[in-house]
């Protein structure tokens, strides 16, 4: 079972990016499914969360508005569109599989990051 975290680079301040998070070895077209990040010394950092039907989300402050989560669950991919992109938001992004909420312990699966990086 693997995760497969794709669509990360380098962008300036205000521009878009959109995260791809494929699922290989089993559906996870049931499961929730979330975003973190990690930037250099800090720890790993809840972004969003999408129910297994898509129908909910929920998001950490500092990106609500900005962010959006999404699935197609026929292509067993979660999405994280990302607009006006700050250089806070610079980090590695991992998807993660089966919790809900902010707190890493609850996902039990892991992708393998992908680098995002805002210059000013």
């Known amino acids: 079972v693997q995760l497969q975290a794709s669509g990360g680079g380098l962008v300036q301040a205000g521009g878009s990016l959109r995260l791809s998070c494929t699922a290989s070895?089993?559906?996870?077209?049931?499961?929730?499914m979330g975003w973190f990040r990690q930037a250099p010394g800090k720890e790993r950092e809840f972004v969003a969360v999408?129910?297994?039907?898509?129908?909910?989300?929920y998001y950490a402050a500092s990106v609500k508005g900005r962010f959006t989560i999404s699935r197609d669950s026929a292509k067993n991919t979660v999405y994280l569109q990302m607009n006006s992109l700050k250089p806070d938001d610079t980090a590695v992004y991992y998807c993660a599989r089966g919790g809900w909420g902010p707190d890493p312990r609850q996902y039990d699966y892991w992708g393998q990051g992908t680098q995002v990086t805002v210059s000013s």
């Open positions: 999408i129910s297994g039907s898509g129908s909910g989300s």
């Open positions: 070895g089993r559906t996870f077209s049931n499961d929730d």
